[in-house]
């Protein structure tokens, strides 16, 4: 074995500076670690600062504040930390809520599937925010809005869950106090469209009455001076018609009960038919009435003709009423190029009458308002028109303006989408529905000389009068029957060729008498002829039910000489056409 080197012996001066250099790095350590520890003091001072401001901020929130762990019991996950506020809200104390789970808050009235979202959300690492019922610690509930976020580790583990809870009972009470306020005011407005509907209804009864009278008294041999006075009745009791109509469909819209039903129409008879209505009223003003209709017009359109020319009625009757020298004038143009078959439509009635102050001009499509309280005493109205036309403008989905200058004029402008009928000329009169036209079997043969028997149902006296008036003085003969139980009777006693049923009548109505009667056909008992509804039930759906009920054709009240003149001659004609077939 090699001996060992000899280690050199340091020499005192290497010795000294050997030294010298460790205390300097002695002291460079201790300087950097007493900066270092400044530092790091700093630190934990912010941190502490900032934690406890933290703190106080939760301590003192107003909000509940709780914190739970993350694992989760079939109760909820356990609570580790509450607040002051939580404590409030929840009337428990910390001792009693502290390692409790969640589930303690919860009873009867909890809302399950909500508490079943929260575990779901919450298990798959997502916040939950909601409304719960919860209970205090004396059973009392309360509405509790809960905002719960998962908290993870540095790791990204979910280790706890903080919640923000709020007592949020007196939101939902006058939440719910606004809620049954707000059905009790919609309730109420229904029950009042629905009086209003069955006031027209029952006053439209008796208005069948005096213009049936008056027009039949009218055909009587009376003097002159009765003519005019009878006359006068007719033209009252026809205003007095419209302004039911009007509560009637102004009703019928506020209670949601309007549809309209689009067909397949002539745009331009419809128009023709508005101008020769009132031009008469035009020219006995002295105001000049023009219609202009643009060419690119479509002539043959699908639409609610009835509702489509109650809208031109009404804005040219008011621009009539409203003016007294110059004129109206109407006219009808495409407002854009068609698409696809459809156009908008731009009917637009300009008149050089009253006006309307800019600051009313919105008010006047509302409802029972009239621009000018002195104009309208001198004009009449109710202040319905309007209204109704908006609504069944914005009901086909178009829109109304007005645009008028106070001593100058108005034009009020209608804007209607419509398809246009590609089976143009095709249209033709209201065809008689195929499944109804049961001819009847007469008696004597037709043409002969013999008088069509029709068979009246009836209750009201003086409709019955009214009726049996126009048949007669048309040259039908007539059998009365006051309800349906004795129209069947009448029925199963002799042969009619037509049937005029009223809808509602006591001890059996129109439509169970039809039914009855279709079903007696069926059976090949008897041969039961067209039944045609006379209504003053003028609701939608009401025409769909009279057909799908066996009825063959329609009648509204007040019942018309004209209009049961022209329904009867379509029938009737139909029945002899039948029956020479
Ligand atoms: P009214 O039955 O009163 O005519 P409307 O709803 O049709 O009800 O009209 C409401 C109000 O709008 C009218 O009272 C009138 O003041 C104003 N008005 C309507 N049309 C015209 C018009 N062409 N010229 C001037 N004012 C009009």
């Known amino acids: 074995m090699s001996p060992q080197p000899e280690k050199p012996t340091l020499t005192s001066e290497q010795l000294t500076r050997r030294l010298a250099r460790e205390k300097k790095a002695r002291a460079q350590a201790e300087k950097l670690l007493e900066e270092k520890s400044t530092e790091l003091y700093a630190l934990n001072q912010e941190l502490h600062q900032n934690v406890r401001l933290l703190e106080a901020g939760v301590i003192n929130a107003y909000d509940g504040v709780v914190i739970t762990e993350a694992h989760m019991s079939y109760h909820g996950p356990k609570m580790i930390y509450m607040n002051d506020a939580f404590l409030d809200i929840t009337g428990y104390t910390r001792q009693e809520l502290m390692g409790k789970d969640t589930g303690v808050l919860y009873g009867e009235k909890t809302d399950i599937r909500q508490l079943k979202t929260m575990r779901r959300l919450l298990k798959s690492s997502q916040p939950y925010d909601g409304e719960l019922i919860c209970y205090k610690q004396d059973g009392t509930e309360f ?13 990204g583990e979910i280790t706890h869950f903080t919640t923000i809870a709020r007592d949020i009972t007196d ?3 006058y939440e719910e106090e606004l809620k049954a306020a707000r059905l009790k005011a919609e309730a109420a407005n229904m029950a009042k469209s629905e009086f209003l509907a069955t006031m027209s209804h029952e006053l439209r009864t008796p208005m069948n009455g005096i213009i049936g009278m008056t027009e039949l008294l009218l055909d009587t041999s009376i003097t002159d001076q009765q003519k005019t006075y009878a006359q006068t009745v007719v033209s009252s009791a026809e205003s007095l018609l419209n302004i039911i109509n009007d509560i009637l469909d102004f009703s019928k819209i506020e209670s949601g009960k309007f549809e309209i039903e689009p067909v397949p129409m002539d745009l331009f008879k419809t128009i023709d038919h508005v101008v020769a209505l009132l031009s008469p009223r035009a020219r006995a003003k002295g105001l000049k009435f023009e219609r202009s209709i643009h060419p690119d017009t479509p002539q043959y359109i699908i639409g609610d003709y009835v509702r489509i020319e109650q ?10 009423k409203f003016t007294e020298r110059g004129g109206v004038a109407l006219e009808v143009s495409l407002a854009d190029e068609p698409r696809m078959s459809s156009a908008h439509i731009q009917i637009s009635v300009t008149d050089s009458g009253v006006g309307i102050a800019k600051g009313v001009q919105d008010k006047i499509f509302d409802k029972f308002s009239q621009a ?8 009449g109205g109710t202040g319905l028109g309007l209204t109704i036309c908006q609504q069944l403008v914005e009901i086909m989905g178009g ?11 108005s034009t009020f402008c209608v804007t209607l989408p419509l398809k246009i009928d590609e089976k143009q000329g095709e249209l033709a009169p209201k065809p008689l529905p195929t499944n109804v036209v049961h001819a009847a079997t007469p008696a004597i043969g ?6 069509y028997h029709i068979l009246v ?5 003086t409709n019955q009068m009214v009726v049996e008036g126009i048949l007669e003085r048309l040259g039908y003969k007539v059998t009365m029957a006051s309800d349906g139980k004795e ?28 039914r009855i009667l279709r079903q007696m056909e069926y059976n090949d008992m008897y041969h039961i002829p067209p039944i045609i509804a006379l209504t003053a039930n003028a609701m939608k759906g009401d025409k769909e039910k009279c057909f799908d009920m066996g009825m063959s054709d329609y009648i509204g009240k007040p019942i018309r000489k004209d209009e049961i003149e022209k329904i009867l001659s379509r029938w009737t004609i139909a029945i002899r056409d039948n029956h020479k077939a």
């Open 143 to 155: 509405w509790m809005e809960l905002s719960i976020a998962p908290v993870p580790n540095k790791d």
């Open 171 to 173: 939101r939902r009470n």
């Open 311 to 320: 809208i031109i009625q009404n804005l040219i009757g008011n621009a009539i």
């Open 372 to 379: 000018d309280t002195s104009t309208t005493r001198k004009y």
């Open 399 to 409: 829109t109304i303006t007005v645009d008028s200058t106070p001593g100058i004029g």
């Open 446 to 451: 037709l043409g002969g000389g013999r008088k």
């Open 457 to 461: 149902v009836e209750d009201n006296i």
């Open 487 to 514: 129209a069947i009777k009448c029925v199963e006693k002799d042969i009619y060729d037509l049937i005029l049923m009223d809808v509602q009548m006591p001890i059996m109505d129109g439509f169970e008498a039809t």
